[in-house]
C-alpha cells in the first residue's frame, strides 16, 4: 500500500469522527479549535505525499478548504461530512489500484 493510500484512509478516518454532530463538534471545541489546526497540517501533507506519487489529491485540497472553514457549525459539518467521503472512496480506489498493479508485476 502506498503512503499516500495510507493517509487518506486515516484523514478520511478522522473527518468521519470530526462529522459527528455532537462528538465531532465536542471535541474540536474542548480542544481550542486545535483540531482543525492539526488536520489542516495533516491534509497539507498528505497533499504534497500524494502529489510525489502522482495519485488524486482532490480530498486533500477539500480537507485543506473544510479545516478552514470548519469553525462554522453546519457549514463545518456538511464540509466534514463530504471530505470525510470523498477521501474514503479516494483510499479505496487507490487501495484497489495498489493491488491490481501488485498482482500485475507477478
Not at 46 to 59: A, C, D, K, M, P
Not at 78 to 86: E, K, L, N, R
Request: proline share 3%; charged share 10%; with cysteine.
Amino acid at each position: 500500500m502506498k503512503t499516500s493510500t495510507l493517509l487518506k484512509w486515516i484523514t478520511g478516518a478522522c473527518e468521519a469522527f470530526l462529522a459527528i454532530p455532537i462528538a465531532g463538534g465536542a471535541f474540536v471545541l474542548g480542544n481550542g479549535w486545535a483540531p482543525l489546526l492539526f488536520m489542516f497540517i495533516f491534509h497539507l501533507i498528505t497533499l504534497v505525499v500524494s502529489i510525489r506519487e502522482n495519485r488524486f489529491f482532490v480530498g486533500s485540497i477539500l480537507g485543506l478548504v473544510t479545516s478552514a472553514i470548519g469553525v462554522i457549525p453546519f457549514i463545518g459539518w456538511i464540509m466534514h461530512t463530504t471530505t470525510a467521503i470523498v477521501l474514503l472512496i479516494d483510499a479505496g480506489v487507490s487501495s484497489g489500484t495498489d493491488k491490481r498493479a501488485k498482482l500485475a508485476k507477478k
